[in-house]
């Protein structure tokens, strides 16, 4: 018999949150899938952030994955090929929801992809105006550089197994557009795709630089683009 879910959590130089943050996670997602497995999959911190969660989270369901050289959509990838559950949920380690795998386990047969999406109407995103707009600002490049019609990409998503299989062995990105191509890929697969709300709090104070992010996103999106093109 397979595991209900599998959990992916990408982390990098968390050794000070993680103490914070792990055990709540690991409580959250028990409470709701006893059976699930939780992946942390670090790779290039300099704080031993591994050691960290290995110490932290000493049984499992953890089970702790270590790469080299730091890249965020690398260690999603990893992570949900060394997977096994009928669901694969991607949390961060600032911001996963005991109520979202829920939702994304009660989902009927035809739903293979769940998005959290912070813009949907009912959503409640208390994040800063600057997070915000950027969030926008991303989704509107989304829609008409690779003429998505989802939300949100980044954030929590429950995929299902089969979808998983599929498309993520063909998605290039890297970095932080690793699932955003891997969710446009599903969307022109034809895969069946379902947004539901959700209560966005910051965890703890933000912490990535919009400014070094703009440039590379862009670009990065227009690789997709060239990537999706030629087939
Ligand atoms: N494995 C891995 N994880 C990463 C890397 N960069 C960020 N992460 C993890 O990805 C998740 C999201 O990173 P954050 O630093 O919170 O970035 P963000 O959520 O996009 O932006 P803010 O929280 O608003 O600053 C966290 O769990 C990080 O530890 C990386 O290079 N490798
Ligand atoms: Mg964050």
Redesign the pocket.
């Known amino acids: 018999m397979t595991r209900s879910v599998s959990i992916v ?6 050794a000070d ?1 993680i103490p914070r943050a792990l055990p709540s996670l690991v409580d959250q997602v028990v409470a709701v899938a006893p059976d699930a497995e939780i992946l942390i ?5 300099t704080d031993g ?1 591994a050691d960290t969660a290995r110490r932290v989270s000493t049984n499992p369901p953890v089970r702790v994955i270590s ?1 080299p ?4 959509g ?3 990838r990893q992570g949900f090929l060394e997977s096994d559950g009928d669901w694969v949920v991607n ?5 996963f929801s005991g109520r979202f795998l829920e939702t994304v386990l009660s989902q009927p047969d035809d739903v293979d992809l769940v998005i959290a999406s912070k813009r949907d109407p009912q959503s409640k995103d208390r ?1 800063s105006l600057l ?1 915000r707009i950027a969030t926008l600002v991303f989704n509107l490049l989304l829609r008409t550089v690779l003429g998505s019609r989802v939300s949100d990409t ?2 929590m998503k429950g995929f299902r197994r089969a979808l998983v299989d599929d498309v993520a062995p063909q998605v290039l990105s890297t ?2 557009l690793f699932d955003t191509e891997l969710v446009v890929r599903a969307e022109r697969a034809g895969y069946r795709i379902v947004e539901v709300p959700v209560e966005v709090v ?1 965890m ?5 630089s919009l400014i070094k ?1 703009v440039p590379r996103t862009i670009k990065g999106l227009f690789r997709i683009r060239r990537a999706l093109r030629s087939g």
């Open positions: 959590v990408p982390v990098f130089n968390e949150f999959v670090e790779n290039g911190s952030t790469l050289d730091p890249d965020y690398a260690a999603m949390f961060d380690i600032d911001y994040r997070r980044h954030g970095k932080d910051e703890r104070t933000a912490r990535s992010r």
